[in-house]
């Protein structure tokens, strides 16, 4: 039987990198929620957030968390621009076509990545990198910490927009009732492209708060992209609360599956859950019947 | 003449071209390109007959290709079996993995991008499968030993090559034909179009879409039996990554879903392009990529019927320019 300590670290661990992937699959669940699309350029677009953050601190020297504003804003307004100026005018309303262009705009920007930056792996160094915490019998990474914290803040926000604004409203009603919406005067596609860019903020922050622990490579969104959904399935397409809980879950059961099996066949546990979730509760763990 | 007799013609016309073209070609690249844009539009007609005829949209036909590669490499390596023999076996194994994975996802009702992430998952947990696992060689992968004889599948030139994938390439043009006006085929469509519909008037849609995913994946199975034939290799990545699950279905999405012709269209004008770009922008690495991908999106953008049903798209472009 596994040391207790050890095992306590393990669910540390893995709940710190849990509410990382949780911020990922937030984005991604309003984008599905609002747009019912599959945003298969995600994980790119994580990517491109990171690069972000590391050019800030290379070139400018800008702490990763005091750019954090910054790479938001940048993510919200480039997420906008995508979706009203490519992914809307190209669906022409069928899905398949949605997925196409956004398999297209991951490729594309995978490639923009890898002619600028070649594929070196990129990671910063900050004074914090390397300070752990005591937490118990445990010692976590304190920028793990810090992003859990932020991860749970950022979720708490996005809650509040949606939730308790007019915006947040419009989104809620475009979600459920596209025509209903719009014949209320709401603007479905300005609301489209806001969630688009609220979902691609989302990676901003996430990516603020990963690199300081993390690496970026022009391939480093695909790992992101499966694990995300997977939460997202979890949690039930479209749910916040889902999201967070189901990045929770997922992060504790990586890093366990990984604990118990190694490292590449620790991966199997997410993707078992996640075919069994789709197949027994669609709806997910936290969604109400569709 | 009647539509099955125009697409049968068409058909005939087709190998006839293709394989004419071969005997008088000389220059190695061009067999060469020839024999990989037939095998990219193998895959693609495979995914057609789920994803354009059926409507389930699968992003992990990896998995069928994967199967039949490693059972192609596997049945000759392990069990001593004639490559030829394994190519049935290959096919047949694929067939099984579609079943299973489409009596599970089918009779739960699975459908629209549930159905995509569920094939996706699967795929990669084949992949994680066969990194892990011992027989499958781990993350090294397989090899098969060189034994140049048309007996062993294994042909010196790539004239040989070129024969097989273009016999397979006209065998699934034969079973598109066949979906298109048979009885199978017209309850396929039905259940795409109007899944409660089509159970209204009697059609079972899960028989039905297990069929084709059946079909789908029996052909996607060869399509990897092809590669490992011509390759002699095989690795977790190339057989289950999601690239292969990519190609074939981007193929037939920018060909044209659901026609008889635009798999073959969409998945030799991609090859196409991707040869061009690699030769004018391989010094830069990542360009090519770049102009692969616009070029993905303008197809998108401004023929949404993929290019079999370019002519309509350019004409009602053209027509709504003048009236806007």
């Keep these: 039987m596994l040391d207790p300590a050890i095992l306590f670290a393990s669910v540390l661990n893995g709940l710190t990198t849990g509410a990382v992937y949780a911020l990922v699959a937030l984005g991604l669940t309003l984008i599905y929620g609002v747009l019912h699309i599959i945003n298969f350029a995600h994980g790119a677009s994580l990517m491109v957030a990171l690069y972000a953050v590391w050019l800030l601190h290379a070139r400018a020297g800008i702490d990763p968390y005091l750019a954090l504003p910054l790479v938001v804003a940048a993510m919200f307004a480039l997420g906008y621009a995508l979706q009203r100026l490519i992914v809307n005018r190209a669906s022409h309303g069928k899905d398949e076509n949605i997925l196409l262009v956004t398999l297209g705009l991951a490729i594309v920007l995978e490639n923009v990545a890898l002619l600028a930056f070649k594929s070196d792996t990129r990671t910063i160094d900050t004074p914090y990198t390397l300070a752990t915490v005591a937490i118990g019998p445990a010692f976590i990474a304190l920028p793990k910490l810090i992003a859990f914290g932020g991860a749970l803040a950022a979720a708490a926000l996005l809650w509040v927009i949606v939730a308790r604004t007019d915006l947040g409203r419009a989104i809620r009603a475009v979600a459920k009732e596209k025509q209903g919406a719009r014949l209320c005067g709401i603007d479905v596609d300005h609301v489209y492209a806001m969630s688009f860019g609220i979902g691609l903020a989302c990676l901003g922050a996430a990516a603020c708060f990963l690199l300081p622990a993390y690496y970026v490579n022009p391939q480093v969104g695909a790992g992101f992209v499966l694990v995300a959904f997977t939460i997202v399935v979890l949690g039930g397409m479209g749910s916040f609360a889902g999201a967070l809980l189901g990045g929770l879950l997922i992060g504790v059961v990586e890093s366990l599956g990984g604990l118990w099996l190694g490292e590449s066949l620790g991966q199997i546990g997410i993707f078992m859950i996640f075919i069994v979730v789709l197949l027994f509760r669609p709806q997910g763990l936290f969604g109400a019947r569709a | ?324």
């Design chain 2, 1 to 324: 003449m009647s539509r099955l007799a125009q697409d049968l013609a068409g058909i005939a016309a087709f190998a006839l071209v293709v394989g004419a073209a071969t005997l008088m070609l000389d220059s190695g690249v061009w067999l060469t390109f020839l024999m990989m844009a037939l095998y990219a539009a193998l895959l693609s007609q495979a995914w057609n007959l789920l994803g354009g005829y059926g409507g389930q949209f699968s992003f992990g036909h990896a998995l069928f290709f994967g199967v039949g590669a490693y059972a192609q490499a596997l049945l000759q390596l392990s069990s001593g079996w004639n490559a030829w023999l394994a190519l049935a076996g290959a096919a047949a194994l694929a067939a099984l993995a579609g079943a299973g994975v489409g009596a599970l996802s089918f009779r739960y009702g699975l459908k629209g991008s549930y159905f995509a992430l569920v094939t996706l998952a699967f795929a990669e947990v084949a992949r994680i499968l066969a990194v892990s696992l011992g027989f499958t060689g781990g993350g090294v992968g397989l090899m098969l030993p060189l034994r140049e004889s048309a007996a062993n599948l294994q042909f010196g030139s790539r004239k040989g090559y070129i024969a097989l994938a273009l016999a397979l390439v006209v065998v699934a043009l034969l079973v598109t034909a066949w979906l298109r006006h048979s009885r199978f085929g017209a309850q396929l469509q039905a259940v795409r179009d109007n899944e409660d519909a089509a159970r209204a008037i009697g059609v079972d849609p899960w028989a039905v879409k297990l069929g084709a995913i059946v079909l789908s994946a029996a052909f996607m199975g060869t399509g990897g039996a092809f590669y490992v034939q011509v390759f002699q290799y095989i690795d977790p990545a190339i057989g289950f990554g999601p690239s292969t699950s990519v190609e074939a279905l981007v193929g037939a999405i920018v060909g044209g879903l659901g026609t008889l012709w635009g798999p073959l269209l969409g998945a030799a004008a991609l090859h196409l392009l991707a040869e061009l770009t690699r030769n004018l922008f391989g010094a830069l690495p990542g360009l090519n990529m770049i102009v692969y991908g616009s070029v993905l999106v303008l197809i998108v953008m401004f023929l949404p019927r993929g290019l079999a049903g370019s002519g309509r798209s350019l004409r009602d472009a053209w027509r709504g320019g003048r009236r806007g």
